[in-house]
């Protein structure tokens, strides 16, 4: 698993970028894959979740996730839930001590938030759709709501897709720019005529600076290229294959 210091500097949380390695299932779902959307074996991914917990140290039942839609929605996270009972949403923050918030990805951005003084965490899941809509917004907003301060925020972004990865057609650009001249910089020329290449952590972390949070740490990596290391949507998509895993990524506020 992989973390970034700037968590790590925080005493009193754990988190992780979990890659795809150490877990039970096989072919295209090899070998840690969280995803209970997926087509592998249902106990396959609940083995390969409760053994993300353990190393969260927390038991299994206390991992929670989301059905993640693509959406803005963050919600407090009080006590655990069962993957049946999942919310529809895609960030959740707490600040109840033990419950490990997880996030699913493979290409979008996963972002781990904390703030030391007030005991307060979240996880948000971030592709473009969700990091346009809000995401973000809305969970450093759910963490106000909990006693955090945004100039006190700690944001980690995980392992994501790269920009050397990210084709986008002609019609992408348009939106983002319209929203805000300054994305202009998170657009470079693709090889194919009046395509582009989309950097999505850039645009993350600018929208993260705009909020008021402070400190912003990234991942370099591209879940696209390492492919011994983590699930991806768009490798699948280019190969033909017919689904793919989700990797997890997590933190916890401990007593």
Known sequence: MITLGALNDITHIRHAFFTRTGGVSTGLYASLNVGFGSGDAPAAVAENRARAAVRMDVPPER????????????????????????????????????????????????????DEKAR?????????KGAKGGVLE???????????????????????????????????????????????DYFAPARR?????????????????????????????????????FFSYRRSCLRGEKDYGRGLSAIVLQG
């Open 63 to 114: 991992l929670v996730t989301c059905y993640q839609v693509h959406s803005p929605t963050c919600v407090a996270v009080t006590e655990p839930w069962t993957p049946d009972q999942a919310p529809h949403a895609d960030a959740m923050a707490t600040d109840r001590p033990g419950i490990a918030l997880g996030i699913l990805t493979a290409d979008c951005a996963p972002v781990l938030f904390a």
């Open 120 to 128: 307060v965490i979240g996880a948000a899941h971030a592709g473009w």
């Open 138 to 184: 809305g969970t450093i907003a759910r963490m106000e709501e909990l006693g955090a301060k945004r100039n006190r925020i700690v944001a980690a972004i995980g392992p994501c897709i790269a920009q050397r990865s990210y084709e986008v057609g002609p019609e992408f650009p348009a939106p983002f720019l319209a929203e805000d001249p300054r994305n202009r």
């Open 193 to 229: 005529p009046d395509h582009f290449l989309f950097d999505l952590a850039g645009y993350i972390t600018r929208r993260l600076g705009d909020t008021g949070v402070e400190i912003i740490q990234r991942c370099p990596n591209d879940t696209v290229v390492e492919e011994d290391r």
